[in-house]
């Protein structure tokens, strides 16, 4: 079992910058592929960033490359997502997922965190 924990949401103006982190409950972290998703009020979920266990391959949705970075840090078993240059559009909620697969496939992630609101206001 892995627990995730997601913490760094807030309120924040367009252009504006946070950093999501998420930590898991886990002596196997390095065990798992990590990713972030979001959803927006009345949409579906869907992916945002992913890195692998060894944090040597990153994979981004086009709507957030070059403004969000995900990274991990496997001896405090977490991992982040910094959100530069942030829009409107990017308010949701957002979750941090563990799966044994790289992958941008959300029944391929098997622990998810309880998410964390982000509100961009333009």
């Known amino acids: 079992q892995v627990q995730l924990v997601e913490s760094g949401g807030g309120l924040v103006q367009a252009g504006g910058s946070l950093r999501l982190s998420c930590a898991a409950s886990?002596?196997?972290?390095?065990?798992?592929?990590m990713g972030w998703f979001r959803q927006a009020p009345g949409k579906d979920r869907e992916f945002v960033a992913g890195i692998s266990w060894k944090a040597d391959i990153t994979d981004y949705a086009d709507s957030v490359n070059g403004r969000f970075t995900i990274s991990r840090d496997n001896a405090k078993n977490t991992v982040y997502l910094q959100m530069n240059s942030l829009k409107a559009e990017d308010t949701a909620a957002y979750y941090c997922?563990?799966?044994?697969?790289?992958?941008?496939?959300?029944?391929?992630?098997?622990?998810w965190g309880q998410g964390t609101q982000v509100i961009v206001s333009s």
């Open positions: 886990t002596r196997t972290f390095t065990s798992y592929n």
């Open positions: 997922a563990a799966s044994n697969m790289a992958t941008r496939r959300q029944y391929e992630y098997h622990y």
